[in-house]
């Protein structure tokens, strides 16, 4: 069973990384000379894609802590869609809050494949972790 401790510091820091997500991404951009090709797109996608592992890391040790197992992909689709709403959502305030930043698709789009990206990673993680557990 995880220690509350553990849970404790994980949410903290899932809080904190959603906080900083939020205020990087509606402060003015710092411009960056980068040779790579659509830059902007790599780092929308690893940063929702941290996004979900977290926030879904933090539902796994809570629902195992609690024993809560009902209907555990559902919630996972949940906490999907959340995240997926709340990247469109930041999206929508760029473009009508701020006058240095714009509303992107292209955005969104790589902010909903970080998502499913960093579920697929969370999954693969879970069951291996899953395994190593069960050996012991």
Known sequence: MVSSWV???????????????????????????????????????????GLAFLWLSVYQLYSCRKRIFWSTIGKYILIMVLITIFGILIELLQGGTTDYRTADIWDALANTTGVLLGTIIFVIFFKKFMKLKSRN
């Open 7 to 49: 849970l404790k510091i994980l949410l903290g820091l899932t809080i904190v990384y959603t906080i900083a997500l939020t205020v990087g991404s509606l402060v003015k951009p710092v411009e960056i000379d980068v040779s790579v090709s659509h830059f902007d797109k790599i780092l929308h996608t690893g940063a929702y894609g």
